[in-house]
């Protein structure tokens, strides 16, 4: 397989992976969630297998928008915002606020350079490994994808920098390894005229931490995250950073320490395992875990081909289309989806609470 062809299906699949094991665990302290569900290297959102969530969805949204623009950010804007709007009828049932009240200001008619809301929530971050490993060699075409990508839901900037120092990480991961200062420095060029200096310095922290091999759930409560990693961007970001620079090469071992600290574990792990992922390629993912993955149309072997036709078009732009599949069993699939999150809700009103 060549190269970026197997860093974009080990982007996809990482994140596949990572969400449908960190989703039982969402929003759950640390603690709670090993009480609860001791072996997290291990799915459990059905026993013994697993589902994922809308941040595998959106990476697959972005691998769709990329094939179809050829290369134009129009294009790419425009084709993301058709895939948020028809996801919405599906009734999906994990779903920002954010994202939810931009993807209703597109159905009432607003663009997509207008349809986001004021919000440094984590969504954007979803979409943004996939765009670092296709874009990471041009630093002026990855910003305005990323920009792209994230003014569609997120318009505070702090949305917009962290979803880049996603982008920048996946690109870093997908050409090899990075001493965390060293990734520290292309970042600052990446953002070089932004004013993301609260950013910069966070993720400084971050390496210096990564640097004297930290937890990341003690780093996390350094940043002011407590009782687990926050969905707030600048939270999400720097501690998915911090353990990517300590685990470049270990998938399990970077995705059990992220969801050990708990919070919003299911992104926290998608993005994370998106960034490993393009690093470790295809072989680098537990193959039984994958095949532990039970989505249907959208298995994990129809993901590993949009990954594949994705390398092709960005090679040759010319009349590359993404995979098809069987779209009127999207509600069916959706409605089973929430009857499992139903019975995990009923669950949790049980103890062990802590
Ligand atoms: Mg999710």
């Given at each position: 397989m060549?190269?970026?062809?197997?860093?974009i299906?080990?982007?996809?699949?990482?994140t596949?992976?990572?969400?449908?094991?960190?989703?039982?665990?969402?929003?759950?302290?640390?603690?709670r969630?090993?009480?609860?569900?001791?072996?997290?290297?291990?799915l459990h959102?059905?026993?013994g297998?697993?589902?994922?969530?809308?941040?595998?969805?959106?990476a697959?949204?972005?691998?769709r928008?990329?094939?179809?623009?050829?290369?134009?950010p129009d294009?790419?804007?425009?084709?993301?915002?058709?895939?948020?709007?028809?996801?919405?009828?599906?009734?999906?049932?994990?779903?920002?606020?954010?994202?939810?009240?931009s993807?209703?200001?597109?159905?009432?008619?607003?663009?997509?350079?207008?349809?986001?809301?004021?919000?440094?929530?984590?969504?954007?971050?979803?979409?943004?490994?996939?765009?670092?490993?296709?874009?990471g060699?041009?630093?002026?075409?990855?910003?305005?994808?990323v920009?792209?990508?994230?003014?569609?839901?997120?318009?505070?900037?702090?949305a917009?920098?962290g979803?880049?120092?996603?982008?920048?990480?996946?690109?870093?991961?997908?050409?090899?390894s990075?001493?965390?200062?060293?990734?520290?420095?292309?970042?600052?060029e990446?953002?070089?005229?932004?004013?993301?200096?609260?950013?910069?310095?966070?993720?400084?922290?971050a390496?210096?931490?990564?640097?004297r091999?930290?937890?990341?759930?003690?780093?996390?409560?350094?940043?002011?995250?407590?009782?687990?990693?926050s969905?707030?961007?600048?939270?999400?970001?720097?501690?998915?950073i911090?353990?990517?620079?300590?685990h470049q090469?270990?998938y399990?071992?970077?995705?059990?320490?992220?969801i050990?600290?708990?919070?919003?574990?299911?992104?926290?792990?998608?993005v994370?395992?998106?960034?490993?992922g393009?690093g470790?390629?295809?072989?680098?993912?537990?193959?039984?875990?994958?095949?532990?993955?039970?989505e249907?149309?959208?298995?994990?072997a129809?993901?590993?081909?949009?990954?594949?036709?994705?390398?092709?078009?960005?090679?040759?732009?010319?009349?590359?289309?993404?995979?098809?599949?069987?779209?009127?069993?999207?509600?069916?699939?959706n409605?089973?989806f929430l009857?499992v999150v139903l019975?995990h809700?009923?669950?949790r009103?049980?103890?062990?609470?802590?």
């Amino acid at each position: 397989m060549s190269k970026i062809r197997d860093s974009i299906v080990g982007c996809l699949l990482g994140t596949a992976v990572g969400d449908a094991l960190g989703l039982p665990y969402e929003g759950m302290t640390g603690s709670r969630g090993g009480s609860m569900f001791p072996d997290r290297c291990r799915l459990h959102f059905l026993p013994g297998y697993g589902m994922v969530s809308d941040d595998t969805e959106h990476a697959c949204f972005t691998a769709r928008a990329l094939i179809a623009s050829k290369g134009d950010p129009d294009r790419f804007e425009k084709e993301l915002a058709w895939s948020l709007r028809w996801w919405l009828l599906g009734m999906p049932a994990g779903i920002g606020f954010a994202t939810l009240r931009s993807i209703l200001r597109l159905w009432v008619g607003i663009p997509p350079e207008r349809s986001g809301v004021f919000s440094a929530g984590n969504g954007p971050a979803m979409r943004s490994p996939l765009l670092g490993v296709a874009y990471g060699n041009s630093p002026e075409r990855l910003r305005e994808f990323v920009l792209r990508s994230t003014r569609l839901t997120h318009t505070d900037p702090k949305a917009y920098y962290g979803a880049l120092a996603v982008a920048v990480a996946a690109h870093a991961s997908a050409e090899g390894s990075v001493a965390p200062h060293d990734f520290l420095r292309v970042l600052r060029e990446t953002l070089h005229d932004a004013p993301a200096g609260e950013l910069l310095g966070l993720i400084d922290r971050a390496c210096s931490s990564a640097e004297r091999d930290e937890p990341v759930s003690a780093f996390a409560t350094g940043i002011g995250s407590r009782n687990g990693i926050s969905g707030y961007m600048y939270h999400t970001v720097t501690c998915v950073i911090q353990v990517w620079l300590r685990h470049q090469k270990d998938y399990s071992a970077g995705i059990k320490e992220i969801i050990t600290a708990g919070g919003d574990t299911d992104t926290t792990a998608a993005v994370l395992g998106g960034i490993i992922g393009a690093g470790v390629g295809h072989a680098g993912i537990p193959r039984n875990l994958l095949a532990g993955i039970v989505e249907w149309p959208r298995s994990t072997a129809w993901m590993e081909r949009l990954g594949i036709v994705l390398a092709r078009s960005l090679k040759e732009p010319g009349n590359a289309e993404a995979p098809g599949y069987f779209v009127p069993a999207i509600p069916l699939r959706n409605a089973s989806f929430l009857l499992v999150v139903l019975a995990h809700g009923v669950r949790r009103l049980f103890p062990p609470y802590r």
